[in-house]
C-alpha cells in the first residue's frame, strides 16, 4: 500500500512555470513506477507523463514534450513534474500514481494507487 499527495497547482497565467510534487509514504517508493494524469473539466484523464522506478525510463505524450520534465527522487520519496510554457489548455486536475506492476504504464487502468489532485489553472 502507497498513499500519494500532490501539491504546487494553483493559478498562473500562459507561459508561466509551475512544479508539481507527490510524495509517497508507505510501501518501497522505489519499487513503483510513478505517473503524472490529468482530467479537464468535461474530458477524459489522459497520461501526461511516466517515469520508471529507476528513472532510467520516461514517457511524456506528444503534446506535453519539450514542455514538461518528469523527475522522481527516491530518497525523498517524491516525484516531480516541471511544467513549463504553460498554455490555457493545461488546465486540469493532475494527480499522480503509482504502479507496481508495469515497467513503464502509460494508461489508468495499469496504476494500483492515485493521489487526490492538485489543480492547475492557466489563464489567458
Known amino acids: 500500500q502507497v498513499h500519494l499527495v500532490e501539491s504546487g497547482g494553483g493559478l498562473v497565467q500562459a507561459g508561466d512555470s509551475l512544479r508539481l510534487s507527490c510524495v509517497a509514504s508507505g510501501r518501497t517508493f522505489s519499487s513503483y513506477t510513478m505517473g503524472w494524469f490529468r482530467q479537464a473539466p468535461g474530458k477524459e484523464r489522459e497520461i501526461v507523463a511516466a517515469?520508471?522506478?529507476?528513472?532510467?525510463?520516461?514517457y511524456y505524450d506528444d503534446s506535453m514534450k519539450g514542455r514538461f520534465t518528469i523527475s522522481r527522487d527516491n530518497a525523498k520519496n517524491t516525484l516531480y513534474l516541471q511544467m513549463n510554457s504553460l498554455k490555457p489548455e493545461d488546465t486540469a486536475v493532475y494527480y499522480c500514481a503509482a504502479s507496481q506492476t508495469v515497467l513503464l504504464g502509460i494508461r489508468g487502468d495499469e496504476y494500483d494507487y492515485w493521489g487526490q489532485g492538485t489543480q492547475v489553472t492557466v489563464s489567458s
Open positions: 517515469i520508471s522506478w529507476i528513472g532510467g525510463t520516461i
